[in-house]
């Protein structure tokens, strides 16, 4: 058996966690400037890491289950043509990443794209598709406080209302939807298709505990429980009923919170950066966090400009539409991409001149449009 060079294992990791990495690096850094002091303690936002903790346990058991792999499967089946086909598996991304967060929505219902496009030999539409599940997933997430990380997180830290949140993020989650559909159905002809017939059985058992273990981390993420109470029970169910969806949790994702609250809490303790920071965001939080997400990506953008304002509306706005243009703007276009590009060899730069027009376009108008009625 051939072995693999420890040096290879490392760099593999990196490419895969490449987020994660980077707010390591940058937290290090920054303690430098800062050293390690009892005020770090205060950096955690416990709840948030509970929340998302329970929230990406349950939906790897569901998925352990094809869960949602069957529910995607049956709608997806009622459609008899490429263009309805498409805007189905679209949807079911925008829907799961309203339910079960952006990347794990995409980690679920990519791998169907490629399956339902590949076995009719509509492979000409895979691009595009993966393009529109990935803005999907971004701008679906938004109009839950559980659909994005960075939803959650400033949710959590600044006790935005139920409503209000809902309130703030439906106008841009209406002109999403409009625009995905719009181009779905420009881009996209009704070609016939056909998907073969296969049966995949869930234990029923299994799936309403999962289902109610899942409402618990809901319950939990809208305050209606007490986030410790999920971190006893669920993982208490899952190690005697699945314990690979413990193991399957997206763990660097939640490091990538805790090396993004130490570098956060470091820059607000630095007085030039606050300095500068509070000003830019003085002038227009909206534009000053879409940008800061094309450079560093959503969620540390998140953490990051919430330390120097409270203008929380156009906090949340910017860094849900700025998920949207550069490839690193959120990790979930990481995750596309890497999918893509597994199963496409030779065609990332064709993906990422696709995908930069695409998303770009959509920053620009969602951007423009909340410009014009803040």
């Not at 990935?134 to 959650?152: D, V, Y």
């Amino acid at each position: 058996m051939k072995k693999i060079h420890p040096l290879h294992g490392l760099t593999d990791f990196v490419r895969k966690n490449v987020v994660m990495v980077v707010a390591l690096v940058a937290a290090l850094i920054t303690c430098f400037f800062v050293p390690p002091d009892a005020q770090y303690l205060d950096y955690f936002d416990l709840k948030t890491l509970t929340c998302l903790f329970c929230v990406l346990a349950v939906v790897c058991a569901l998925k352990n289950i094809n869960f949602f792999y069957n529910l995607a499967r049956k709608i997806v089946r009622i459609f008899k043509n490429a263009r309805m086909s498409v805007l189905a598996l679209v949807y079911i991304t925008f829907i799961g990443s309203m339910l079960i967060a952006n990347d794990m929505a995409l980690l679920t219902f990519l791998p169907l794209g490629l399956f339902v496009l590949s076995s009719t030999g509509k492979n000409k539409y895979m691009a595009f598709t993966f393009i529109m599940q990935n803005i999907a997933a971004n701008l679906g997430g938004m109009l839950t406080p559980f659909g994005n990380p960075q939803n959650l997180y400033l949710y959590t830290k600044f006790s935005i209302p139920n409503l209000e949140f809902m309130e703030i993020m439906a106008p841009p989650f209406l002109l999403a939807v409009a625009l995905i559909t719009l181009c779905c159905l420009i881009f996209v002809k009704p070609e016939p298709l056909e998907l073969s017939d296969e049966k995949v059985t869930m234990p029923v058992g299994r799936t309403v505990i999962y289902l109610l273990l899942f409402a618990l981390a809901i319950a939990i993420v809208f305050r209606g429980i007490p986030y410790w109470l999920g971190l006893i029970i669920i993982p208490a169910f899952l190690l005697v009923m699945d314990r690979k969806a413990l193991k399957m949790v997206d763990y660097p994702l939640l490091l990538t919170f805790v090396f993004f609250f130490v570098f956060s809490g470091n820059m607000a303790r630095i007085e030039g950066v606050r300095n500068l920071f509070s000003y830019l965001l003085d002038k227009s939080t909206l534009l000053f966090s879409v940008l800061s997400c094309q450079v560093i990506s959503n969620v540390p953008s998140a953490i990051l400009l919430s330390q120097f304002t409270e203008n929380y509306r156009e906090l949340l706005l910017g860094v849900n539409i700025g998920g949207v243009g550069t490839l690193i703007a959120s990790l979930a276009s990481l995750i596309t991409f890497r999918e893509y590009t597994k199963a496409n060899k030779g065609k990332t730069r064709y993906y990422v001149l696709l995908f930069s027009a695409f998303n770009f376009a959509f920053l620009i108008v969602l951007a423009l449009f909340e410009l014009v009625i803040l």
